[in-house]
């Protein structure tokens, strides 16, 4: 069992509405989940939709085929329905669009005539679609009456009796009259969590005593603010709207600076304004977490696409040389771990960890069996209360074995802390001799970044265990890389390797030793040995096949790039790999 529902129309239609509902409806009903959206950077009109897959097996991408389309508008029609699978119908209200369709992969469904007839209005029609749908499907509308119950208890018991009458009519109504509906599912026991990426970081950071968060809103990174702010007094969060980025990040180091966890986030646009801040980070040694969701610049490109083409902006950002941490998860257990691990590594080693996402990322939403806690890893490696009141002396930047200096929370004891964003001495005043500015280089560089590196994970390896192809991608590939070699893995010894910790790439050579302890995977030996490697990456210069040549010397055998602002849909990169592989 695998169907896809797409939903278009134009902004404004209530079409994220339909999507989610029946997105949770399908998770609460147990089925396997992935959805995606496409919208125009409009807040009415353009051609948007939301589309919606669901299986009785674990799924994480969306596919071209589409098995239910629900046009709200024409332009749908016009664009999707080359689209349609064998046994696909489109679902439409031909009062709405003004004209009737004979084809047999057409059904009307009457959608304003039942939502005024259930005692609503226009509105509702949303609520009549989403009901189809469910009865197409044979599915249960009790799902969908839960999450009424849910989404509109504020607006009193008469709303939601009319939306749940609306609801069955358009069930009752699609079961009588699609005649042409053969979809077959068989109800699953246990409901799925359903969850976005976005919603995975700021889950992390809240699990990781996140405690001020500081932003401008720019799409797609708003939504991890808007997730802090929803749970902001719930767990003792200060969300701070700053006037721009430069505030922000600025804000975010003050904060951090005073004692507490901090992050901030924006896109490409913004993070730009933030570089310097970034900067300011490193020659402070201050701990902060930054989330950077990409889009296609330059500049303002398409604001509500996608693209991954911001990873050597975030690795070279920012003036002088200095260590950072570049995270990129795929998923959403990823992106709540690996936030996780940003604060544990900023805090212990004193460096802005950056996490980057992208706009396809923030608005899929996956199902999962749940999280697993059990991994948070939590230190307090500030100097606090008695342990820093009790000490002879203080010295903000003293010079240690590993790098890393006392961080003394400000206030905490007689001592004064110390920093300056000049080049400093051990007690944080500014110096400008030659031998202070090599030791302190010394210091902040080259004593921490092998210590970090031996923290750094292995890439994810899935698939055959001596691969004759093997595909590599980062970020948000992760998905429909693991179902392409799922397909291709029935002709082919093919397996992928995803790396989600991209800097400092983590070592392949196991410490010597520490084989067994570390569990280190040596992905060079990996690529090595294959046939043919292929890099898939949605920018337009491959800058992570670059970033591996850089670091290791490995030079891919092939590259899929992708760069239209549009994300990789299964049957699309599967086609692109069977090019390449023969």
């Keep these: 069992m695998d169907y896809t529902i797409k939903i278009g129309g134009e902004a404004g239609q209530g079409i994220q509405t339909i999507g989610d509902a029946l997105a949770k409806a399908f998770s609460r009903s147990g089925y396997y989940v992935f959805s995606h959206q496409d919208y125009e950077s409009r807040v009415r009109g353009g051609h948007n939709f939301y589309q919606i897959r669901l299986s009785d097996r674990p799924i994480s991408a969306s596919r071209i085929k589409v098995d239910i389309l629900v046009a709200l508008d024409k332009e ?34 009457p959608f304003v005539q039942l939502a005024n007839e259930s005692g609503g209005d226009r509105i509702m029609s949303n ?50 009259h699609c005649l042409r509906c053969s979809f077959a599912v068989s109800p699953l026991s246990s409901a799925k969590m359903l969850m976005g990426v976005h919603d995975g970081v700021g889950l992390g950071a809240i699990a990781s005593g996140c405690k ?45 600076y005073a004692g507490v966890r901090s992050m901030t986030g924006s896109s490409g ?8 801040g970034l900067s300011l980070a490193a020659i402070t040694e201050t701990p902060i977490v930054i989330a950077l969701a990409q889009r296609p610049g330059p500049a303002t490109g398409l604001p509500t696409r996608t693209e991954q083409a911001d990873l050597l902006f975030a690795l070279h950002a920012g003036h002088g040389e200095f260590p950072r ?22 805090q212990k080693y004193q460096i802005p960890a950056l996490i980057l996402t992208d706009q396809y990322l923030s608005d899929v939403q996956w199902t999962l069996d749940g999280l697993h806690t059990d991994k948070l890893i939590y230190n307090d490696y500030r100097l606090r209360g008695n342990a820093f009141a009790g000490l002879n002396e203080y010295k903000r930047h003293a010079y ?26 051990e007690e944080g005043h500014l110096v400008e001799d030659a031998e202070t500015r090599i030791k302190m280089m010394h210091k902040r560089l080259f004593k921490k970044i092998s210590f970090i590196r031996d923290e750094i994970g292995p890439p994810l390896f899935y698939g055959n265990s001596e691969p004759d192809i093997v595909i590599v991608g980062w970020g948000s590939t992760y998905g429909v890389m693991k179902e392409a070699v799922d397909m291709l893995s029935k002709t082919k010894n093919i397996a992928m390797l995803h790396f989600s910790e991209i800097y400092p790439l983590p070592s392949s050579i196991p410490l010597p030793g520490r084989e067994k302890e570390n569990g280190r995977m040596n992905f060079l ?33 092939a590259a899929i790039n992708r760069y239209d602002g549009r994300p990789f849909l299964l049957e699309e990169l599967t086609g692109e790999l069977n090019a390449h592989i023969g």
Excluded: W
């Excluded at 009549?128 to 249960?140: R, Y």
């Design 76 to 109: 749908s029609i016009v664009r999707h329905e080359g689209e349609l699978s064998d046994a696909g119908i489109i679902v439409y209200d031909s009062s709405t669009l003004k004209e009737k369709f004979e084809k047999p992969c057409f059904l009307d469904i």
């Design 127 to 176: 609520t009549v679609a989403t009901g189809a749908v469910l009865g197409m499907l044979g599915l249960s509308i009790k799902p969908l009456h839960d999450i009424l119950k849910d989404e509109l208890k504020k607006k009193g018991d008469k709303v939601l009796n009319i939306n749940e009458i609306a609801a069955v009519a358009g069930r009752d109504f699609a079961q009588t």
């Design 212 to 256: 001020f968060y500081s932003a401008y809103p720019m799409t797609p990174s708003t939504g991890i603010m808007l997730y802090m702010a929803a749970h902001a007094k719930e767990y003792g969060i200060i969300v701070e709207q700053a006037e721009d980025e430069i505030s922000a990040i600025n804000m975010a180091l003050g904060a951090s």
């Design 269 to 276: 646009g913004g993070f730009a304004l933030m570089v310097e």
């Design 325 to 346: 941490l570049i995270f990129a998860p795929g998923t959403p257990e990823q992106a709540f771990n690996l936030t996780n691990k940003a604060f544990e590594l900023s």
């Design 400 to 425: 240690t074995g590993d790098g890393v200096s006392p961080f003394g929370v400000p206030g905490e004891s007689q001592h004064v802390v110390v920093t300056d964003s000049d080049e400093h001495n």
């Design 525 to 557: 030996e990996i690529l090595r040995n294959a046939q043919k490697t292929i890099c898939i990456e949605q920018n337009a210069t491959g800058q992570f096949a670059r970033l591996l040549k850089v670091e290791t010397g490995y030079e891919f055998d």
